[in-house]
Every structure is written in structure tokens, then in C-alpha cells.
């Protein structure tokens, strides 16, 4: 992938044989199609240096030396925005077409897009929701970091399509843009916790309406700002996830599997995502050239976030990819492998009782749970973590290899119990003793009269 440098992109006159000020443009060529924009700077021509695509500076004339230095300005500015775009563009490997360069472009320089008069906007709310969809998923729009939409992003949306759908026919209220208040938000949340559904869920659901209403209002569809209010919020609370410690991870590895060629390859697709901290997005599609450094290190682009990660390999990971000859098994859907990982999990006698609380339709309920019945294939990634974390390895050298930028975030996937913490804090040097201020030394405490 060839790398957009300023030179690609070029400053031309619209009329160069004008007699007095013309227009100029940005132009980038690109697969036989020229992508054209004004800068909204004019120059004479005699004063525009052709060769170098500016205005001149060799000018005696101080004050038109000093337009001009403001009109080269302001070309550098756009010109290094529009290589900007261009360069995310081709990164989230998106068909690039003018209109997109457009819409990022201006984006990126500050110009507000003509919105469409709310009065003559006819899509409803819902179409909207399927518009935005398709157009995300042809490439056409990019989410907040430049890349292509997650397709379980994209499915989220279409679930809130259908739930709206349900909860109008069920209530008989209206669904789209101007219905929405806060009056309005608290009874689809009641709405939806009456169903049964958990907290997270909700709050899941919540969270795409406020996104589906903030694009909308940003596509000129409705002049409804709701959605900016501090309560109108995704709702989230913090579940008891479970991680596989060491020798859990261990139990599964050693499992005899060798009748059992279905479990076989989803074990080893488990194992991948445990030893390396891998979303099964990620892990699910690796090849041999994400095996780097004489087989120890795999380096690989997340999906989701677009950041790159590298990762030191344990030798049980480098004996799976030896046994698939460098090629990760192939994978199934995420739905499938949950079902078979709780089945794997029995089998290796993962299935202590584990107490799980969550609120579900509003109410605070505790179940206890064969510990195999909670884990899913992102219980591999959270074992990554807890076990380097239980290790001792840095919370940033760990941060590295999730590919986590905040601490907040990545300290939720550090699922140690109390007890586990008290181990821990044994081994520091605070817990240790009473110190010695004047002889600076350590009391063991079985010292202490």
C-alpha cells in the first residue's frame, strides 16, 4: 500500500489565463478519475508560480507578499487534510470514490455540510436506520476512527430497527425523530426492563438510539437534540465475568481430544485467544505472516480498533500452530464456538459453582452457576489479562499486547477475587514487616514482641 504524499496532490489554477483573480483548486488523480475541490483562495495569475503549484514569494510588494504567504497557508493546510483523508481512506481499505473524498474532506477542514431542510425530509426514522446500515457496510461511511463499521456494530442497529418496530406496535407510540423526550426515553426503558431484558442489554440498546439520533440530526433529518442531554444515557453495570486461570487453561490443553475433531479445533481456537489476548475477530482469521521473529512474536492490525499489537508466543501456542503447519484452525461462527467451549470446559472438569449477579427486568438476581456455563470466547482475551496481571507483568506491557489506551477500560477485564488480591499484596514489601526507620531494615512480623 503506497503511502499519499503532498506531491500527489496538486494546486492548479481554474483559469490560468484569467486577467484577473481565479479560483484554485486541489486536484488528485487517482485510477483514471480526478478528484477536484476549491480552496476558496483566488490569485492572479501572474502572481502564481506554476512549477511549484503556489503563489510566489519572490514578490517585492510587501502587503502582496503577505496575501500571499496567507493564500500558501492556507494551501498547505487543505492540502495536508485532503492527504490525511486520502491516506485513512485507502487504510480502511474502502472503495474511494469523489463524494466520500468530499465528505471527509470537508469534515477535516471545518466546512459545514448543507444540510437537507427538515420539512422535506420523508425517510422515516427506521429507514434511516436501514440507509445507514447499507451505506456503512458498501464502505460509503466511516465510523469515529476513520474505519469500516464492526458487522456486529451494524447488526446492533438493525436489532434497534426491530425493537422500535415492537414497541410501537405493542404501546402504539410513535417511533420516529420529534417523539423522542426524556418522558419518552423512560418509558421505552421501563419498556424493554418489563421484557425481562438485563441491564447491559438495555443500556445497549439505549446507546444506538442515542447514535442513530445523533446521525440522523447530523444528516439534516431532524432538528431534535434530545440525545445531547446528560440524561439520555446508555445504562451499564458490571457483571461477574469469569477468566481460566493457568491451570484451567492447562486442564484444556492436555485434554484427548484426538475422537473429537470438532472440539479439537475449537479447543485450539480457544487456547490461541487465551495465550495471546486476541478478540475472536482477530484470532479466528490469523495467517502465517502475523508469525513473526523466528516463530515467537505475532504482530496483527485489530479489527476492531485498527491499532496494531505484537505478542510474545508461549510454547503451547507455537505447538498448536506447529500442528495446523502455521495455518490456525479454521473457524466457526461465535455463536457455535460459545456452545462448544462450555462443552470443552465440562469435559475438563471446569465446573466449580460461581456466583453471578446481574439485574435482570429491574430486579438484582444472584444465581450459582457451573463455572464451564460462563465461558465464551471473550473469556479467553479476559484470561490473557487477569493471568499476566496475577503474573506480575506491567499493566502497561500488557496494555501493549491487548491493544487497550485506556487503564479504566482494560482494568475491567482483571477479574481477581479478594482473596487473590490479599495473596498478591503479601509479596510486596509494605505488607512484609514493620520497617526500621533508623536501621533501615525489614521486622518479620513473627519478630515483633
Request: hydrophobic share 35%; net charge positive; with cysteine.
Amino acid at each position: 500500500m503506497r503511502t499519499i504524499t503532498d506531491q500527489a496532490i496538486k494546486c492548479l489554477l481554474k483559469d490560468a489565463r484569467s486577467a484577473g483573480p481565479t479560483p484554485i483548486y486541489l486536484v488528485y488523480r487517482y485510477e483514471y478519475t480526478r478528484f477536484k475541490v476549491s480552496t476558496g483562495q483566488s490569485i492572479a495569475p501572474d502572481l502564481w508560480d506554476t512549477t511549484n503549484g503556489r503563489a510566489r514569494t519572490d514578490v517585492k510588494n510587501r502587503a502582496v507578499l503577505r496575501d500571499n504567504e496567507t493564500i500558501n497557508a492556507h494551501l498547505d493546510r487543505q492540502r495536508s487534510a485532503l492527504r490525511t483523508v486520502l491516506n485513512r481512506l485507502q487504510l480502511a481499505g474502502v472503495p474511494i470514490t469523489n463524494d466520500l473524498i468530499k465528505q471527509y474532506f470537508d469534515k477535516e477542514v471545518g466546512r459545514k455540510e448543507k444540510k437537507v431542510a427538515v420539512q422535506d425530509a420523508k425517510e422515516s426514522f427506521t429507514a434511516y436506520i436501514v440507509r445507514f446500515v447499507e451505506e456503512a457496510k458498501a464502505g460509503k461511511r466511516l465510523n469515529a476512527k476513520e474505519a469500516k463499521y464492526a458487522p456486529y456494530t451494524l447488526a446492533g442497529y438493525m436489532k434497534l430497527k426491530r425493537i422500535l418496530e415492537n414497541y410501537q406496535a405493542a404501546t402504539g407510540n410513535p417511533i420516529d425523530y420529534d417523539a423522542y423526550t426524556l418522558a419518552y426515553y423512560d418509558a421505552f426503558k421501563l419498556w424493554l426492563t418489563n421484557r425481562g431484558l438485563t441491564l447491559n442489554y438495555v443500556g445497549t440498546l439505549l446507546k444506538d438510539l442515542k447514535v442513530m439520533l445523533k446521525q440522523s440530526h447530523h444528516d439534516g433529518m431532524h432538528e431534535n437534540t434530545i440525545y445531547q442531554h446528560p440524561k439520555f444515557k446508555k445504562l451499564v453495570e458490571d457483571v461477574d465475568n469469569v477468566y481460566l486461570t493457568d491451570d484451567e487453561l492447562t486442564a484444556l490443553f492436555t485434554l484427548n481430544l484426538s475422537a473429537n475433531a470438532r472440539l479439537d479445533r475449537v479447543r485450539d481456537l480457544f487456547l490461541i485467544g487465551a495465550y495471546t489476548g486476541l478478540r475472536f475477530s482477530d484470532f479466528s482469521d490469523l495467517r502465517p505472516e502475523n508469525i513473526t521473529h523466528n516463530g515467537r512474536i505475532l504482530t496483527r492490525k485489530a479489527l476492531k480498533t485498527n491499532g496494531r499489537v505484537s505478542i510474545p508466543l508461549n510454547p503451547n501456542v507455537l505447538s498448536i500452530l506447529a500442528k495446523y503447519d502455521g495455518v490456525p484452525p479454521r473457524t466457526i461462527t461465535n455463536q457455535k464456538m460459545n456452545d462448544y467451549i462450555k462443552e470443552l470446559c465440562r469435559l475438563a472438569g471446569i465446573v466449580e459453582k460461581v456466583e453471578v449477579s446481574r439485574t435482570v427486568g429491574g430486579s438484582r438476581q444472584t444465581r450459582y452457576l457451573d463455572k464451564c456455563e460462563l465461558v465464551t470466547t471473550h473469556t479467553a482475551r479476559r484470561s490473557f489479562a487477569t493471568n499476566a496481571y496475577l503474573a506480575g507483568v506491567p499493566t502497561v506491557a500488557i496494555m501493549k499486547c491487548t491493544g487497550h489506551k485506556s487503564e479504566t477500560v482494560f482494568l475491567r477485564y482483571i477479574k481477581i477475587s479478594p482473596e487473590q488480591n490479599a495473596l498478591l499484596l503479601l509479596n510486596h514489601p509494605h505488607f512484609g514487616g514493620i520497617h526500621d526507620t533508623q536501621n533501615s531494615q525489614i521486622i518479620p512480623m513473627n519478630k515483633v514482641a
